[in-house]
């Protein structure tokens, strides 16, 4: 499939580049009288509601882009909409983004991924919370029990559903998903937030102030701590799943003149989680054990941007360090990252964006089980990372074309290159087209290369346990993905907007356990496998999002997301359960939000959400109810109500089966809170 | 103390939504130039004292301070007229009540005692305008404030604007926030 795609894609790029004729080098100037022009004819109502380019809040395309502009399956989900959600945490806040999976397995653990292929560890979603990314290369996966921030202080979530890796860089595969928090100038004055919660969270305290050094230089401070009930089993017992989070912050924001603005900022974390595990006892027999997860953190993030005559540049490093430990490993892990974009408008019709980076990842892993080990405890890696994307328009107003790729060199398959092709037509000032082919890949993960599980299987006809060991394999390479996508967008009046994409993924190379050799001669028998690439398959599937405002107080979004994977062993594989994968996710999703403001100072808000059954997974499908009832009782306090799942007891999102999940899963259940936020 | 009569309506409407579907493609609009266009549109909704405009040759809007338009507001504003007067720009360093401003924009870089300025520019009739976000607070009369949205709103106290006898026009006080 990539050697077709190659010579095609080359040959397409060559064609529309020769066509290409730019008009004569029409100066920034002359734009600028462009857009003034089209400013002067706005009436003054209509000015209040232009968006005016901040590249700062508009990470997701690295360069400010409205929405409809965007040749992508964007979706902007701002902190507002979460908080009239009854949302209180960052996964739960993806149950509102089309075409995303959020699945919980039990109070601490979700499974998410976007485009199908969900599982307890979700590989191919890259997660970056102001510009760092957190998406772990331990097992590639994003550890949502340790990413968190005061709800009050999200700006937006940026959702792109597909590959973003031309720009973003290796394992935005299924979507990338940007968390932007507010500058520190949008959240000054103290803020004191209490909630009190059955079922699910049990208390959520926030604090915040944030106040200025000088007239240029605002900062703030927050300090936010929760405990989480436990979510209980099937059964109705205690899931023994409860856990608690305290987390400290601070962002600082510069602007010395009009050319440069400068960030600082840092969290720390520590969090408690209570498990309940199998683990393989002396009698290679799993066990029920009680399992205390200790997830602790620290980063601080700099971040140093300078417009240029024609422009930018922004510079930006972080540093992260994370531990997580329990009965089955004790992670530590320290990574550095430089990163520096430019952009180069080159002229009204052709723009240039490229940039470079490096990210060193030391990590050192103990493992107390015998469940999994390492070759090496300790291990250093260097990503090197270069993009470059050109935007052209082909034909003012009508057609536009991105051309970009990214290049990395990985310690793990070393050279990696991720291209992109979108192309954006505007018929009409009301209607968009656009089409993408991408590449993308899943570089393998610390456990995929030198990991070693061992697992246990309970054999009937001798009526004992097989011992069952994985090994990973340094000749594991990377999972490709070639995505067709097209998108249609309408937007007949500001209060209507119709998003619509269809997709097909070709994924190759993905991950299968080969077995090796079965010992019967051995007391317990055993079997012994290995890691492969022996899966490809094909994503099918569309997302639509449908936004209509039908009085300017009252808000209705509804999303449906169709979602088909076919997974096929290649003919050599004996690999026996990774064509269930294709399972593990719900064909349908569909849900119904509605903001409603009932007066100036009364919210009334609903989300209903209907999720498929989840066939690999033995779940059946739900029907969820949230309910919101905001009252802003003065000027400075706000009041909140809600019920979340209203429709039942408590339902399963998620199973245990295959995928290394030795956890018991548990059901969400039926929860209720009562909300403070004091502003002083 | 502050009375919010659009706000709310703002923040409901698809803030998802982009506003620039009818411009050109590649352009995102910058801060200062929406800022230059809120200049000039103030300077149409509001009306000087006669005398004020009688004796002027030119309608006057004046930048105290480092000019964070750029040529934004020169773009702006030409070929654009006022009461029928052509409108010009002056970049200035300071600023006194007979240099016949008819607007005066204090920039942000101004390191002054802002609040003794205003109070003596407050009995003439000279409309006070600024995106400092304690510009109201010091005695002026319209605030640019950046919202969350990135878009840009602004506040109004309409009780200074009438004691300095410029009148204001109710569309303009319609979609402002007042500040009382």
């Given at each position: 499939m990539i050697a077709s795609f190659k010579p095609w894609l080359a040959s397409l790029c060559l064609l529309l580049l020769a066509h290409i004729t730019f008009?004569?080098?029409?100066?920034d100037a002359a734009a600028k009288r462009a857009r003034l022009q089209a400013l002067k004819q706005l009436p003054i109502q209509q000015l209040s509601k232009i968006e005016f380019y901040n590249p700062d809040a508009q990470l997701a395309s690295r360069k400010s882009r409205a929405l409809i502009e965007n040749p992508s399956a964007l979706f902007v989900l701002t902190g507002k909409e979460i908080q009239r959600a009854g949302i209180t945490s960052l996964p739960e806040a993806l149950r509102l983004v089309p075409g995303v999976q959020v699945a919980r397995l039990y109070s601490n653990r979700w499974a998410i991924s976007a485009r199908g292929l969900n599982g307890y560890i979700s590989s191919k979603l890259l997660v970056m919370v102001d510009g760092r990314t957190v998406y772990t290369p331990l097992r590639s996966e994003v550890f949502w029990d340790a990413q968190d921030m005061l709800v009050e202080d999200i700006d937006r979530i940026e959702v792109i559903r597909g590959p973003g890796a031309s720009l973003w860089g290796a394992n935005a595969v299924n979507g990338i998903i940007n968390i932007v928090s507010k500058k520190a100038r949008q959240t000054q004055g103290g803020l004191a937030t209490l909630l009190l919660g059955n079922g699910d969270e049990n208390a959520i305290l926030g604090l915040r102030y944030g106040g200025q050094f000088n007239s240029k230089t605002h900062y703030r401070v927050y300090g936010k701590a929760v405990d989480y009930d436990s979510l209980q089993t099937a059964q109705g017992e205690s899931g023994g799943n409860d856990w608690n989070t305290r987390r400290m912050g601070f962002r600082v924001d510069g602007a010395p003149d009009k050319h440069n603005e400068w960030t600082l900022q840092g969290d720390t974390y520590n969090n408690q989680l209570q498990q309940v595990r199998r683990l393989l006892n002396d009698e290679n027999r799993f066990v029920l054990v009680d399992n205390a997860l200790n997830v602790q953190g620290a980063n601080v993030l700099g971040r140093w941007q300078q417009a240029l005559k024609r422009g930018e540049w922004i510079v930006q490093s972080y540093y992260d360090w994370t531990q997580r430990s329990d009965r089955l490993f004790d992670e530590t892990r320290h990574t550095f990252d430089l990163d520096f974009q430019h952009r180069i408008p080159l002229s009204l019709r052709q723009e240039y964006l490229w940039g470079a980076g490096v990210r060193h990842s030391r990590d050192d892993i103990q493992t107390p089980s015998r469940m999994l080990s390492y070759s090496t405890d300790q291990r250093e890696d260097w990503l090197f990372s270069a993009f470059v994307q050109g935007e052209f328009v082909l034909s003012p107003k009508r057609w536009r074309l991105l051309l970009g790729s990214k290049f990395e060199h990985n310690s793990y398959t070393g050279f990696e290159y991720q291209p992109s092709v979108r192309l954006l037509w505007?018929?009409?000032?009301?209607h968009r087209l656009w089409a993408a082919v991408s590449r993308a890949v899943r570089t393998p993960s610390r456990t995929d290369h030198d990991g070693f599980i061992e697992t246990s299987v309970f054999n009937a006809a001798i009526n004992a346990p097989i011992i069952f060991r994985v090994n990973g394999s340094p000749d594991y390479v990377s999972e490709t993905l070639l995505a067709y996508e097209f998108g249609y967008r309408y937007l007949p009046s500001r209060q209507f907007l119709l998003d619509a994409t269809v997709f097909m993924h070709e994924l190759e190379n993905l991950r299968t356990v080969e077995p090796l050799g079965l010992d019967l001669t051995q007391r317990p028998p055993f079997l012994l496998t290995q890691i492969d690439n022996q899966l490809y398959g094909e994503v099918l599937g569309a997302e639509l999002s449908l936004h209509w405002q039908p009085l300017r107080s009252w808000r209705l979004t509804a999303n449906y997301t169709y979602t088909a994977v076919y997974l096929h062993l290649q003919p050599g594989s004996r690999s026996v359960?990774?064509?269930?994968?294709?399972?593990?996710?719900?064909k349908h999703q569909f849900s119904l939000r509605s903001q409603w403001d009932l007066t100036r100072t009364v919210q009334f808000d609903h989300v209903f959400y209907y999720v498929g059954k989840v066939e690999g997974q033995a779940t059946p499908d739900y029907l969820r109810w949230d309910v919101h009832l905001g009252w802003q009782v003065q000027r400075r306090l706000q009041l909140n109500l809600g019920l979340r799942n209203?429709?039942?007891q408590r339902h399963p999102e998620f199973g245990n089966v295959v995928d290394g999940n030795t956890e018991i899963p548990g059901e969400v259940p039926r929860s209720a809170y009562l909300q403070l936020r004091y502003n002083f | 103390m502050i009375r919010i009569r659009l706000i709310a309506a703002m923040i409901l409407s698809l803030s998802t939504l982009p506003h620039t579907s009818s411009a050109e493609p590649v352009a995102d609009f910058r801060e200062y130039e929406i800022k230059a266009v809120y200049l000039l549109n103030f300077a149409s909704f509001v009306f000087w004292p006669d005398a004020m405009i009688d004796h002027s040759e030119s309608f006057n809007i004046c930048i105290l301070g480092e000019d964070p338009f750029g040529s934004n507001l020169d773009i702006t504003i030409e070929n654009e007229r006022i009461s029928n007067l052509p409108v010009t720009l002056q970049r200035l360093l300071e600023v006194k009540p007979e240099f016949n401003c008819h607007i005066i924009f204090f920039s942000q870089s101004l390191d002054i005692n802002l609040s003794a300025l205003l109070s003596t520019l407050s009995s003439h009739p000279i409309l006070t305008i600024s995106d400092r976000d304690d510009f109201i607070q010091q005695g002026g009369m319209i605030e640019l404030v950046n919202s969350e949205d990135n878009q840009v709103r602004f506040k109004v106290k309409a009780s200074l604007i009438e004691n300095s006898h410029l009148q204001i026009s109710t569309d303009l006080l319609e979609i402002a926030e007042l500040v009382e």
């Amino acid at each position: 499939m990539i050697a077709s795609f190659k010579p095609w894609l080359a040959s397409l790029c060559l064609l529309l580049l020769a066509h290409i004729t730019f008009a004569a080098d029409t100066d920034d100037a002359a734009a600028k009288r462009a857009r003034l022009q089209a400013l002067k004819q706005l009436p003054i109502q209509q000015l209040s509601k232009i968006e005016f380019y901040n590249p700062d809040a508009q990470l997701a395309s690295r360069k400010s882009r409205a929405l409809i502009e965007n040749p992508s399956a964007l979706f902007v989900l701002t902190g507002k909409e979460i908080q009239r959600a009854g949302i209180t945490s960052l996964p739960e806040a993806l149950r509102l983004v089309p075409g995303v999976q959020v699945a919980r397995l039990y109070s601490n653990r979700w499974a998410i991924s976007a485009r199908g292929l969900n599982g307890y560890i979700s590989s191919k979603l890259l997660v970056m919370v102001d510009g760092r990314t957190v998406y772990t290369p331990l097992r590639s996966e994003v550890f949502w029990d340790a990413q968190d921030m005061l709800v009050e202080d999200i700006d937006r979530i940026e959702v792109i559903r597909g590959p973003g890796a031309s720009l973003w860089g290796a394992n935005a595969v299924n979507g990338i998903i940007n968390i932007v928090s507010k500058k520190a100038r949008q959240t000054q004055g103290g803020l004191a937030t209490l909630l009190l919660g059955n079922g699910d969270e049990n208390a959520i305290l926030g604090l915040r102030y944030g106040g200025q050094f000088n007239s240029k230089t605002h900062y703030r401070v927050y300090g936010k701590a929760v405990d989480y009930d436990s979510l209980q089993t099937a059964q109705g017992e205690s899931g023994g799943n409860d856990w608690n989070t305290r987390r400290m912050g601070f962002r600082v924001d510069g602007a010395p003149d009009k050319h440069n603005e400068w960030t600082l900022q840092g969290d720390t974390y520590n969090n408690q989680l209570q498990q309940v595990r199998r683990l393989l006892n002396d009698e290679n027999r799993f066990v029920l054990v009680d399992n205390a997860l200790n997830v602790q953190g620290a980063n601080v993030l700099g971040r140093w941007q300078q417009a240029l005559k024609r422009g930018e540049w922004i510079v930006q490093s972080y540093y992260d360090w994370t531990q997580r430990s329990d009965r089955l490993f004790d992670e530590t892990r320290h990574t550095f990252d430089l990163d520096f974009q430019h952009r180069i408008p080159l002229s009204l019709r052709q723009e240039y964006l490229w940039g470079a980076g490096v990210r060193h990842s030391r990590d050192d892993i103990q493992t107390p089980s015998r469940m999994l080990s390492y070759s090496t405890d300790q291990r250093e890696d260097w990503l090197f990372s270069a993009f470059v994307q050109g935007e052209f328009v082909l034909s003012p107003k009508r057609w536009r074309l991105l051309l970009g790729s990214k290049f990395e060199h990985n310690s793990y398959t070393g050279f990696e290159y991720q291209p992109s092709v979108r192309l954006l037509w505007s018929p009409h000032e009301q209607h968009r087209l656009w089409a993408a082919v991408s590449r993308a890949v899943r570089t393998p993960s610390r456990t995929d290369h030198d990991g070693f599980i061992e697992t246990s299987v309970f054999n009937a006809a001798i009526n004992a346990p097989i011992i069952f060991r994985v090994n990973g394999s340094p000749d594991y390479v990377s999972e490709t993905l070639l995505a067709y996508e097209f998108g249609y967008r309408y937007l007949p009046s500001r209060q209507f907007l119709l998003d619509a994409t269809v997709f097909m993924h070709e994924l190759e190379n993905l991950r299968t356990v080969e077995p090796l050799g079965l010992d019967l001669t051995q007391r317990p028998p055993f079997l012994l496998t290995q890691i492969d690439n022996q899966l490809y398959g094909e994503v099918l599937g569309a997302e639509l999002s449908l936004h209509w405002q039908p009085l300017r107080s009252w808000r209705l979004t509804a999303n449906y997301t169709y979602t088909a994977v076919y997974l096929h062993l290649q003919p050599g594989s004996r690999s026996v359960f990774a064509e269930n994968e294709e399972g593990d996710h719900p064909k349908h999703q569909f849900s119904l939000r509605s903001q409603w403001d009932l007066t100036r100072t009364v919210q009334f808000d609903h989300v209903f959400y209907y999720v498929g059954k989840v066939e690999g997974q033995a779940t059946p499908d739900y029907l969820r109810w949230d309910v919101h009832l905001g009252w802003q009782v003065q000027r400075r306090l706000q009041l909140n109500l809600g019920l979340r799942n209203a429709l039942n007891q408590r339902h399963p999102e998620f199973g245990n089966v295959v995928d290394g999940n030795t956890e018991i899963p548990g059901e969400v259940p039926r929860s209720a809170y009562l909300q403070l936020r004091y502003n002083f | 103390m502050i009375r919010i009569r659009l706000i709310a309506a703002m923040i409901l409407s698809l803030s998802t939504l982009p506003h620039t579907s009818s411009a050109e493609p590649v352009a995102d609009f910058r801060e200062y130039e929406i800022k230059a266009v809120y200049l000039l549109n103030f300077a149409s909704f509001v009306f000087w004292p006669d005398a004020m405009i009688d004796h002027s040759e030119s309608f006057n809007i004046c930048i105290l301070g480092e000019d964070p338009f750029g040529s934004n507001l020169d773009i702006t504003i030409e070929n654009e007229r006022i009461s029928n007067l052509p409108v010009t720009l002056q970049r200035l360093l300071e600023v006194k009540p007979e240099f016949n401003c008819h607007i005066i924009f204090f920039s942000q870089s101004l390191d002054i005692n802002l609040s003794a300025l205003l109070s003596t520019l407050s009995s003439h009739p000279i409309l006070t305008i600024s995106d400092r976000d304690d510009f109201i607070q010091q005695g002026g009369m319209i605030e640019l404030v950046n919202s969350e949205d990135n878009q840009v709103r602004f506040k109004v106290k309409a009780s200074l604007i009438e004691n300095s006898h410029l009148q204001i026009s109710t569309d303009l006080l319609e979609i402002a926030e007042l500040v009382e």
